[in-house]
């Protein structure tokens, strides 16, 4: 049973509305067949109307073999900025590895197989990214032409092809009268049969509530097949955050927060905490200095599952409820080494998703009410990693690891306080954990090897944009969710007040052989 599933009530085709029904699917009808006879009954999916359109492609001097040298052509100048778009911590394989790898060929053609339509609207490519909960492949939207794509930022400026390489002039003898379209490209994103049914219906209620949001990555459409689901979204060109942020500058790195900053106020206004802030999610491209928010597969509403936790609670109460506890009382009789073999205590259930190294304390210490302040403290470490040039900043392997390496920052003191506000002790007898930490200047220099007071001659102060980005830097990573920096305050912020250059250039005027071509 094939089904298809739409973001958009209703889609454009060739100046026509295809019919479509609002959406709204429940979470039985991803192990059910319902779905498909309410869609058929509502209206043409996608998919089906595809081959109503294959003679307007005729009409428009579609030719195969031209075709895929548009294609190849694209896919080359496009190859060195190819990276993924995955869940959890996905491993992204060479191209040259993806072009031969028989196995990866294999499950191209047997998704292919599972889909039967899904042949005639795209073409795969290759494989890009490959998580624990998903793998994604690059496609190329066949019938993109066909349809009006309001999800495409780029469709202004990438209309039609650019001149034929001279290499190829050979080839071009028999093209048409009409020019020859650009291809395009989608990710396809194919969700593990691993997943629960709600997760994958979460997923795809969050991308069409985001629907229209500014520098999130948008819905197209998603099909299912039994108990296989391809969620269809658009393929941004980005480069890979480990290859150009050691060169990013101050100017850079407000252009890169600041539109990291406005995908996340556009996500927590609709009241969704994303849960996994981190630079492979954020695809980025410094050329046009846009990024776009992807990757909802652990995101979820804010409220979901919460209980009441001593972090919004009065300071008073806090106080009274601390210090009633026995855990309290055991601590201020001295602190006992290691951990107890026989430990009667309950443990808290909290969500604790999300990427290591990236986590908020309030995750780590298993908040029953987090909020959507756990992304901030994600960015903030974004923006740490940039500041200080190291990557991975936090690079630790358990919660226990974690809370050691962000102690090394804040200190025993206010890590014991960040504890106390959700209900939790903390104490280390660490050596090298001090009372007092140390502050982000301080930790800014020593990375950038200007903490030797200047003898090689480099200077061993911050310069005052420097300082300015610190100061925002502390109103992300505060140990306290409830004071931590909103999004829409963050945009607000001096650090994030920048234009971008060429923002508000006009557009630039068409010579006389566009003009031709158009």
Same mark, same amino acid.
């Given at each position: 049973?094939?089904?298809?599933?739409?973001?958009?009530?209703?889609?454009?085709?060739?100046?026509?509305?295809?019919?479509?029904?609002?959406?709204?699917?429940?979470?039985?009808?991803?192990?059910?067949?319902?779905?498909?006879?309410?869609?058929?009954?509502?209206?043409?999916?996608?998919?089906?109307?595809?081959?109503?359109?294959?003679?307007?492609? !005729? &009409? &428009?001097?579609?030719?195969?073999?031209?075709?895929?040298?548009?294609?190849?052509?694209? !896919?080359?100048?496009?190859?060195?900025?190819?990276?993924?778009? %995955?869940?959890?911590? !996905?491993?992204?394989?060479?191209?040259?590895?993806?072009?031969?790898?028989?196995?990866?060929?294999?499950?191209?053609?047997?998704?292919?197989?599972?889909?039967? $339509? #899904?042949?005639?609207?795209?073409?795969?490519?290759?494989?890009?990214?490959?998580?624990?909960?998903?793998?994604?492949?690059?496609?190329?939207?066949?019938?993109? $032409?066909?349809?009006?794509?309001?999800?495409?930022?780029?469709?202004?400026?990438? /209309?039609?092809?650019?001149?034929?390489?001279?290499?190829?002039?050979?080839?071009?003898?028999?093209?048409?009268? $009409?020019?020859?379209?650009?291809?395009?490209?989608?990710?396809?994103?194919?969700?593990? +049969?691993?997943?629960?049914?709600?997760?994958?219906?979460?997923? @795809?209620?969050?991308?069409?509530?985001?629907?229209?949001?500014?520098?999130?990555?948008?819905?197209?459409?998603?099909?299912?097949?039994?108990?296989? +689901?391809?969620?269809?979204?658009?393929? #941004? %060109?980005?480069?890979?955050?480990?290859?150009?942020?050691?060169?990013?500058?101050?100017?850079? =790195?407000?252009?890169?927060?600041?539109?990291? *900053?406005?995908?996340?106020?556009?996500?927590?206004?609709?009241?969704?905490?994303?849960?996994?802030?981190?630079?492979?999610?954020?695809?980025?491209?410094?050329?046009?200095? %846009?990024?776009?928010?992807? &990757? *909802?597969?652990? !995101?979820?509403?804010?409220?979901?599952?919460?209980?009441?936790?001593?972090?919004?609670?009065?300071?008073?109460?806090?106080?009274?409820?601390?210090?009633?506890? +026995?855990?309290?009382?055991?601590?201020?009789?001295?602190?006992?080494?290691?951990?107890?073999? /026989? &430990?009667? %205590?309950?443990?808290?259930?909290?969500?604790?998703?999300?990427?290591?190294?990236?986590?908020?304390?309030?995750?780590?210490?298993?908040?029953?009410? /987090?909020?959507?302040?756990?992304?901030?403290?994600?960015?903030?470490?974004?923006? @740490? =990693?940039?500041?200080?040039?190291?990557?991975?900043?936090?690079?630790?392997?358990?919660?226990?690891?974690?809370?050691?390496?962000?102690?090394?920052?804040?200190?025993?003191?206010?890590?014991?306080?960040?504890?106390?506000?959700?209900?939790?002790? *903390?104490?280390?007898?660490?050596? =090298?954990?001090?009372?007092?930490? *140390?502050? #982000?200047?301080?930790?800014?220099?020593?990375?950038?090897?200007?903490?030797?007071?200047?003898?090689?001659?480099?200077?061993?102060?911050?310069?005052?944009?420097?300082?300015?980005?610190?100061?925002?830097?502390?109103?992300?990573?505060?140990?306290?969710?409830?004071?931590?920096?909103?999004?829409?305050?963050?945009?607000?912020?001096?650090?994030?007040?920048?234009?971008?250059?060429?923002?508000?250039?006009?557009?630039?005027?068409?010579?006389?052989?566009?003009?031709?071509?158009?």
């Amino acid at each position: 049973m094939f089904t298809q599933v739409s973001s958009h009530p209703a889609r454009e085709q060739n100046g026509h509305t295809m019919a479509k029904r609002s959406f709204h699917i429940h979470e039985d009808d991803l192990g059910v067949e319902h779905l498909a006879e309410d869609q058929e009954q509502d209206g043409k999916t996608r998919s089906q109307t595809e081959s109503q359109s294959q003679t307007l492609c !005729a &009409d &428009d001097g579609y030719d195969e073999h031209e075709h895929d040298e548009d294609v190849e052509r694209e !896919a080359e100048d496009e190859e060195n900025d190819d990276h993924d778009d %995955r869940d959890g911590d !996905a491993s992204e394989s060479s191209d040259d590895d993806e072009s031969i790898d028989v196995s990866v060929q294999q499950d191209m053609e047997k998704l292919q197989h599972t889909f039967p $339509h #899904f042949r005639d609207g795209y073409r795969l490519i290759k494989r890009i990214g490959e998580g624990t909960f998903s793998t994604v492949y690059k496609a190329e939207d066949i019938r993109y $032409h066909d349809y009006v794509n309001r999800w495409d930022i780029d469709a202004d400026d990438s /209309q039609w092809t650019p001149p034929p390489l001279k290499s190829s002039a050979s080839h071009m003898n028999h093209t048409s009268r $009409h020019p020859r379209r650009k291809p395009k490209f989608v990710a396809i994103k194919k969700i593990y +049969v691993t997943s629960s049914p709600a997760r994958i219906l979460n997923e @795809l209620e969050l991308l069409h509530d985001l629907r229209d949001s500014p520098s999130v990555c948008p819905l197209i459409t998603a099909f299912r097949e039994s108990d296989q +689901v391809l969620i269809i979204l658009p393929y #941004f %060109r980005h480069q890979d955050f480990r290859k150009y942020y050691p060169k990013m500058n101050i100017y850079d =790195t407000r252009v890169y927060l600041r539109s990291l *900053f406005t995908a996340l106020a556009a996500v927590h206004a609709r009241g969704i905490v994303h849960r996994d802030i981190k630079p492979t999610n954020f695809l980025y491209d410094p050329d046009k200095k %846009r990024g776009v928010l992807v &990757d *909802f597969g652990l !995101a979820e509403r804010e409220g979901t599952d919460s209980k009441p936790c001593l972090c919004h609670e009065d300071r008073q109460v806090r106080k009274q409820r601390l210090q009633q506890s +026995v855990a309290y009382n055991s601590i201020q009789s001295g602190p006992q080494p290691g951990y107890p073999k /026989q &430990d009667t %205590r309950p443990s808290r259930r909290a969500n604790r998703a999300g990427t290591r190294g990236f986590r908020a304390p309030e995750v780590l210490f298993k908040c029953t009410e /987090q909020t959507t302040k756990i992304d901030i403290w994600s960015a903030g470490v974004i923006l @740490l =990693t940039i500041l200080c040039k190291r990557f991975p900043f936090f690079n630790s392997a358990d919660d226990i690891e974690a809370m050691i390496e962000i102690a090394t920052i804040f200190g025993n003191k206010r890590m014991k306080l960040a504890g106390q506000l959700h209900g939790c002790m *903390f104490d280390s007898t660490i050596p =090298t954990i001090s009372s007092q930490g *140390f502050s #982000f200047e301080k930790i800014m220099l020593w990375s950038t090897c200007r903490s030797d007071g200047g003898r090689d001659g480099t200077a061993n102060t911050l310069a005052p944009e420097e300082k300015e980005a610190i100061e925002f830097l502390s109103r992300c990573m505060d140990l306290d969710p409830t004071r931590r920096i909103s999004a829409e305050d963050a945009l607000r912020h001096p650090f994030l007040q920048v234009e971008v250059d060429g923002e508000t250039e006009p557009e630039p005027e068409l010579d006389a052989e566009e003009v031709m071509m158009l």
